[in-house]
Structures are given as C-alpha cells and as structure tokens.
C-alpha cells in the first residue's frame, strides 16, 4: 500500500527504526525529513511510502522511481543517501503537540504503532523525533 507521506530512519541497535511523518501537502514532511538529516538521520522515502506488513510488524521503503530523492522546496528535488527500508517504529502527524500527551497509536494495516504530534518548525523537532524513538518499544507498542 502507497502512502502520501515521509519515512526518515535512525539506527538503534544496529537496527533502522523508522518514523513515519503524516501532514497534507506543504505541511512541511519534506522539511522536517531534510533538517532530520542534519541531526543523524537518513532518508527512506519522501512523498510516498510503499508499506507493508510482516509477522506483525510495519515496514517502509520508497516506491522505485522516487528511490534516495528529496524535495527542498523552492530549491531542488535533491539526491541523497537513502536507507533501503526500515521498520515503521513511530508515526509523527504534524500539528500542534500537547504538553505531555497521553499515548496514543496509529493502527495502520492493522499494526498499531505508537502514535505523535509535532511542530514540523520547531527548531527541536529532530531531537524531539530522535528522543520519542528511545521512548518506545515499537516491538511491544509500548513506552519503555
């Protein structure tokens, strides 16, 4: 299944875990994804992300034609170095975030991964998606 949406990637445990950045057009997904880079992040895919499912667990990739491409709008669509495919450990729906939210998750093809709002702006928003990463254990849906 196609998603309209980005999928940035960081390693932990010599695994890739991914977050899945939900938004309509000009949210500013691209945005975020290139300013996550910066902070020790790769690229998945962007704009679309073909997902899937196995023994239970959510994976991304980028569809082919849109392989290690990111849009910098009002630049370029630019090449960069791209992570094959990861595991969906976190999704992110841009917005306005509550102080401390209460957990939430996001069932998608029926895997329910937990779920997070955030300011694609804020000068933190890399941090805050690399410190939510260390916060939950995609494996059990749970906070650590």
Same mark, same amino acid.
């Given at each position: 299944?196609?998603?309209?949406?980005?999928?940035?990637?960081? $390693?932990?445990?010599?695994?890739?875990?991914?977050?899945?950045?939900?938004?309509?057009?000009?949210?500013?997904?691209?945005?975020?994804?290139?300013?996550?880079?910066?902070?020790?992040?790769?690229?998945?895919?962007?704009?679309?992300?073909?997902?899937?499912?196995?023994?239970?667990?959510?994976?991304?990739? /980028?569809?082919?034609?849109?392989?290690?491409?990111?849009?910098?709008?009002?630049?370029?669509?630019?090449?960069?170095?791209?992570?094959?495919?990861?595991?969906?450990?976190?999704?992110?729906?841009?917005?306005?975030?509550? $102080?401390?939210?209460?957990?939430?998750?996001?069932?998608?093809?029926?895997? /329910?991964?937990?779920?997070?709002?955030?300011?694609?702006?804020?000068?933190? /928003?890399?941090?805050?998606?690399?410190?939510?990463?260390?916060?939950?254990?995609?494996?059990?849906? $749970?906070?650590?």
């Amino acid at each position: 299944m196609i998603w309209h949406a980005g999928l940035i990637a960081e $390693r932990r445990g010599g695994d890739w875990r991914g977050v899945l950045i939900q938004g309509p057009s000009g949210a500013g997904k691209s945005d975020l994804a290139l300013r996550a880079l910066d902070h020790g992040f790769q690229l998945v895919a962007d704009d679309r992300v073909l997902l899937w499912t196995t023994e239970g667990r959510l994976y991304g990739r /980028a569809p082919d034609t849109l392989a290690g491409l990111l849009e910098v709008r009002g630049v370029e669509v630019a090449r960069v170095e791209a992570v094959a495919f990861c595991e969906v450990a976190l999704v992110v729906r841009l917005g306005s975030a509550d $102080r401390l939210p209460d957990a939430a998750t996001e069932t998608i093809l029926g895997v /329910a991964v937990p779920l997070l709002a955030a300011d694609p702006f804020e000068l933190s /928003a890399p941090a805050k998606l690399s410190r939510a990463l260390g916060a939950f254990d995609a494996a059990h849906k $749970r906070r650590i």
